[in-house]
């Protein structure tokens, strides 16, 4: 079955980066265009990366140029490079998979998630 398994979240000073992951498994992982969405306390869904099969990459506004979004194919491994981190960057960050292969999908389309990892960002 499906499994998709983040890891990687903590806690960082302002200006700090983090590298998540997430592990995946169940599926011919290249074959899916992959996302990172998060969820602040009180807030919705934000999608936050794509990355599609062909490994064109995708950003929010407020993450190009800090966020970096990667896979590695060998290991069917999704990344996500965080650098210069913000106060509005803290959530529980989950990569996430779109139904159909070679597809593209929408956020309320993503069919399955990961169980997230926190992002903390304080002095």
């Known amino acids: 079955q499906v499994q998709l398994v983040e890891s990687g979240g903590g806690l960082v000073q302002p200006g700090g980066s983090l590298r998540l992951s997430c592990a995946a498994s169940?599926?011919?992982?290249?074959?899916?265009?992959m996302d990172w969405v998060r969820q602040a306390p009180g807030k919705g869904l934000e999608w936050v990366a794509t990355?599609?099969?062909?490994?064109?990459?995708y950003y929010v506004d407020s993450g190009k140029g800090r966020f970096t979004i990667s896979k590695d194919t060998a290991t069917d491994t999704l990344y996500l490079q965080m650098n210069s981190l913000k106060s509005e960057d803290p959530a529980v960050y989950h990569c996430a998979k779109c139904p159909l292969a070679t597809y593209s999908c929408s956020d309320s389309e993503l069919d399955f998630w990961g169980q997230g990892t926190q992002v903390t960002v304080s002095l």
């Open positions: 990355i599609n099969t062909d490994g064109s990459t």
């Open positions: 169940g599926f011919f992982f290249n074959y899916y265009w």
